[in-house]
């Protein structure tokens, strides 16, 4: 069964800093891997979807990068401002629509 | 769009009462999810739907729990009876396709209160 892992759990930089978030995961025969965003008391929010195919996605400020062969994924924040404090998951997609998600790493970026 | 659409955003019951919760997905997604959301153990998958079909609902904890999806655009989350260790933030999501191949969406969920 795929596992993911997402360390650390929590993370705290200063403002302007650049960070990286990791997730790794057991199974390397991955269909996608998709990024999310989520604010305390609300839903889920989509950042990033790499195609099994790609190395990585850029959108903004983020940066995902993907490495199937090590079980390895990383969100690059670039310039951290407050306003990206949320929490941030991996989910790893099997075939067949199963989504795998991590425990997530809550991120605190101090002004 | 307005997005994937869940109803109520706060419900606070008593226990052995039974709770609907309800979704509904972004027009045109033909796959959608249930996911329950506490604090020990994350993001659990309850159930997956994909062409209105029930696919997988290994996630369902017990019989108290029952979900439908009657068309494309709803679906019901059936807890009957609640209890208090039901207390959790209830999420629906959709996505178009079977494959994974795009980006899952999910609603602003639904918390629970079982006292």
């Known amino acids: 069964k795929q596992e993911v892992t997402q360390i650390p759990a929590a993370l705290s930089v200063p403002e302007g800093e650049n960070l990286v978030l990791n997730c790794s995961f057991t199974?390397?025969?991955?269909?996608?891997l998709q990024w999310f965003r989520q604010d305390p008391g609300k839903g889920l929010t989509s950042l990033l979807l790499i195609q099994s195919s790609q190395r990585e996605q850029t959108s903004g400020r983020l940066n995902a990068s993907l490495d199937k062969s090590s079980g390895r994924s990383t969100l690059y924040i670039a310039a951290s401002q407050p306003g990206d404090s949320a929490t941030y998951l991996c989910a790893v997609i099997m075939t067949g629509n199963q989504f795998y998600f991590g425990t997530g790493t809550s991120l605190t970026v101090i002004p | 769009d307005a997005g994937v659409i869940q109803s109520p955003r706060h419900e606070v019951t008593e226990m052995g009462q039974e709770v609907t919760l309800r979704c509904k997905p972004i027009s045109g997604h033909n796959s959608l999810f249930w996911y329950r959301q506490t604090m020990m153990r994350g993001l659990e998958l309850l159930i997956y739907?994909?062409?209105?079909?029930?696919?997988?609902d290994s996630g369902m904890p017990e019989d108290r729990f029952s979900a439908k999806m009657p068309n494309a655009s709803f679906s019901t989350l059936k807890i009957q009876p609640s209890e208090p260790r039901d207390s959790a933030v209830y999420f629906c999501?959709?996505?178009?396709?079977?494959?994974?191949?795009?980006?899952?969406?999910f609603g602003a969920g639904s918390r629970l209160t079982v006292l």
């Open positions: 999501a959709s996505t178009s396709g079977g494959s994974g191949a795009n980006v899952l969406t």
């Open positions: 739907f994909n062409n209105n079909v029930p696919i997988d």
């Open positions: 199974d390397s025969a991955i269909y996608n």
